[in-house]
């Protein structure tokens, strides 16, 4: 019997808390790779912008072309490792990004810089969509909420300490000596890659068919309507998180004037804010299920970017009263792009790579998209709070018009119906039945209860020679016990 899910706080499997602890640690260094590429470089933009002779908006594009590299790479990626397993999707990725921050480091122009950080996204891609397919290959329902949960743990390195890194880095060597620490970097994650990721995809899981049907795979989930809603969530999400990214450099170090170090640790104050969200999250997602907090976290949310915006357009409470409205905007995000993740995936486990492509394109192509506009509005406090504002009033409308999220059955028709595609144990039977005779060894294998005739007739010789007395009072028993139940 398939280990299905059954309820709304249920999931397929637990761990012991050391090895989860390693997993999370493990899968966590994967998805860190694409977040400090991309936060250890910001402080860097306003020198980018002088050194190159472009336009703020310009290199804003350095950022934002990563991401769309990434939004296409996963697309690839993500049929590709469904083929051939896990592990080498992501050594391949991960190697290739290090040869592409080496050409980073001797970028002429702004126009080279941008396309090798389009490379660079693509490349990358490989280990964010490995890492949620490792998670979807071992987990669903509400223990994969509290897994990608726990990730943010590790992923709250990128802006607690990339951007802090970062300024001291260029401060010293200059801006190009950020591409060889993030060369270094993913180097490390090679051997850390090789050594230690176990394949959690064997080979008679995998997709037996090429890889041009894989992608037809790509079909059937945008015939899914609920899971493209679910996976567009987490993309408005992360389209929040890089507009703030995007344009917090140019909001804080020109129109509020602080220097590069003051920024960085403004900036690493709003990271512990997704931190606690993300852990708050956690703590909660067994007990009230994904969606619940999905349906609840992300109206908060929508109202605090409400309040954010207000703020940006007014300025009322100054730089403080800016980072506390920022703060409280990305803490309460934290119940919506983990769950609406986990959602997704536990709707096809089948195809987890494939799915986890899709959600990582959405993710990676709308927030490139839509934290663009920060750039064309005018990279000042308005057009940054304003289109995080307007993010969130899409993911709002999709989950409500996109997915029965608000119904009365919504439990059942987003959750239960995706976790029953998950088989993580070997089949068991739910009670053993009693064996007619235990030093027989055949005999203790599952029977149907309800066809007593089947066992008499296994052992014939044994039940009448051995206690001819016992098996009038046998039959009977036998058959009372279907209509006893089962627990």
Same mark, same amino acid.
């Given at each position: 019997?398939?280990?299905?899910?059954?309820?709304?706080?249920?999931?397929?499997?637990?761990?012991?808390?050391?090895?989860?602890?390693?997993?999370?640690?493990?899968?966590?260094?994967?998805?860190?790779?694409?977040?400090?590429?991309?936060?250890?470089?910001?402080?860097?933009?306003?020198?980018?912008?002088?050194?190159? +002779?472009?336009?703020?908006?310009?290199?804003?594009?350095?950022?934002?072309?990563?991401?769309?590299?990434?939004?296409?790479? &996963?697309?690839?990626?993500?049929?590709?490792?469904? @083929?051939?397993?896990?592990?080498?999707?992501?050594?391949?990725?991960? +190697?290739?990004?290090?040869?592409?921050?080496?050409?980073?480091?001797?970028?002429?122009?702004?126009?080279?810089?941008?396309?090798?950080?389009?490379?660079?996204?693509?490349?990358?891609?490989?280990?964010?969509?490995?890492?949620?397919?490792?998670?979807?290959?071992?987990?669903?329902?509400?223990?994969?909420?509290?897994?990608?949960?726990?990730?943010?743990?590790?992923?709250?390195?990128?802006?607690?300490?990339?951007?802090?890194?970062?300024?001291?880095?260029?401060?010293?060597?200059?801006?190009?000596?950020?591409?060889?620490?993030?060369?270094?970097?993913?180097?490390?994650?090679?051997?850390?890659?090789?050594?230690? #990721?176990?394949?959690? #995809?064997?080979?008679?899981?995998?997709?037996?068919?090429?890889?041009?049907?894989?992608? @037809?795979?790509?079909?059937?989930?945008?015939?899914?309507?609920?899971?493209?809603?679910?996976?567009?969530?987490?993309?408005?999400?992360?389209?929040?998180?890089? +507009?703030?990214?995007?344009?917090?450099?140019?909001?804080?170090?020109? &129109?509020?004037?602080?220097?590069?170090?003051?920024?960085?640790?403004?900036?690493?104050?709003?990271?512990?804010?997704?931190?606690?969200?993300?852990?708050?999250?956690?703590?909660?997602?067994?007990?009230?299920?994904?969606?619940?907090?999905?349906?609840?976290?992300?109206?908060?949310?929508?109202?605090?970017?409400?309040?954010?915006?207000?703020?940006?357009?007014?300025?009322?409470?100054?730089?403080?009263?800016?980072?506390?409205?920022?703060?409280?905007?990305?803490?309460?995000?934290?119940?919506?792009?983990?769950?609406?993740?986990?959602?997704? #995936?536990?709707?096809?486990?089948?195809?987890?790579?494939?799915?986890?492509?899709?959600?990582?394109?959405?993710?990676?192509?709308?927030?490139?998209?839509?934290?663009?506009?920060?750039?064309?509005?005018?990279?000042?406090?308005?057009?940054?709070?304003?289109?995080?504002?307007?993010?969130?009033?899409?993911?709002?409308?999709?989950?409500?018009?996109?997915?029965?999220?608000?119904? @009365?059955?919504?439990?059942?028709?987003?959750?239960?119906?995706?976790?029953?595609?998950?088989?993580?144990?070997?089949?068991?039977?739910?009670?053993?039945?009693?064996?007619?005779?235990?030093?027989?060894?055949?005999?203790?294998?599952?029977?149907?209860?309800?066809?007593?005739?089947?066992?008499?007739?296994?052992?014939?010789?044994?039940?009448?020679?051995?206690?001819?007395?016992?098996?009038?009072?046998?039959?009977?028993?036998?058959?009372?016990?279907?209509? +006893?139940?089962?627990?």
């Amino acid at each position: 019997m398939p280990v299905t899910l059954t309820d709304r706080t249920s999931s397929t499997r637990t761990a012991p808390a050391d090895r989860t602890f390693w997993f999370v640690l493990l899968i966590g260094s994967l998805t860190l790779l694409p977040a400090v590429t991309t936060d250890m470089y910001l402080p860097s933009l306003p020198d980018v912008a002088a050194d190159l +002779s472009t336009t703020p908006a310009a290199a804003q594009f350095t950022i934002t072309g990563m991401l769309i590299g990434g939004a296409l790479g &996963q697309l690839v990626v993500g049929p590709f490792s469904d @083929r051939v397993g896990r592990r080498l999707p992501v050594l391949i990725g991960v +190697s290739l990004h290090v040869v592409v921050s080496l050409l980073c480091v001797v970028a002429a122009t702004i126009e080279q810089l941008a396309t090798l950080r389009v490379l660079q996204g693509l490349v990358s891609a490989g280990a964010t969509v490995v890492a949620m397919a490792v998670i979807r290959d071992r987990y669903t329902g509400a223990e994969a909420a509290r897994i990608i949960s726990r990730l943010m743990l590790v992923i709250a390195a990128a802006p607690l300490l990339a951007p802090t890194a970062g300024s001291v880095i260029a401060a010293a060597w200059g801006w190009r000596a950020v591409f060889v620490v993030l060369a270094l970097f993913a180097a490390l994650l090679v051997v850390v890659v090789a050594l230690f #990721l176990p394949e959690t #995809l064997p080979p008679h899981r995998r997709a037996a068919h090429g890889l041009a049907a894989s992608f @037809r795979g790509y079909a059937a989930l945008l015939h899914d309507r609920c899971f493209v809603a679910l996976a567009v969530i987490p993309g408005m999400g992360l389209a929040l998180i890089i +507009s703030y990214v995007a344009g917090s450099s140019f909001v804080f170090q020109e &129109q509020y004037g602080l220097s590069a170090q003051q920024f960085a640790l403004v900036f690493a104050l709003g990271g512990t804010s997704l931190v606690t969200g993300s852990q708050v999250n956690a703590a909660l997602v067994r007990r009230f299920g994904p969606l619940t907090l999905l349906r609840v976290g992300l109206p908060v949310t929508l109202a605090f970017t409400a309040v954010l915006a207000v703020q940006g357009a007014t300025g009322i409470g100054g730089l403080v009263g800016l980072v506390v409205a920022i703060w409280f905007s990305t803490a309460v995000l934290g119940f919506v792009m983990a769950n609406a993740s986990a959602l997704a #995936l536990s709707r096809h486990g089948e195809r987890a790579g494939t799915a986890a492509a899709f959600i990582g394109f959405f993710q990676a192509g709308l927030a490139g998209a839509v934290s663009t506009l920060v750039g064309v509005l005018g990279e000042d406090a308005l057009a940054m709070t304003g289109v995080m504002f307007g993010s969130m009033v899409v993911a709002q409308v999709v989950l409500a018009l996109g997915t029965p999220a608000y119904r @009365r059955d919504a439990h059942e028709r987003l959750e239960a119906v995706g976790a029953q595609v998950a088989e993580v144990a070997p089949p068991t039977p739910v009670a053993p039945p009693e064996p007619v005779e235990p030093a027989e060894p055949q005999q203790r294998q599952p029977v149907e209860p309800a066809e007593p005739q089947q066992v008499e007739a296994a052992e014939p010789q044994q039940v009448e020679a051995a206690e001819p007395q016992q098996v009038a009072s046998a039959s009977p028993a036998r058959t009372a016990a279907p209509a +006893s139940g089962r627990p």
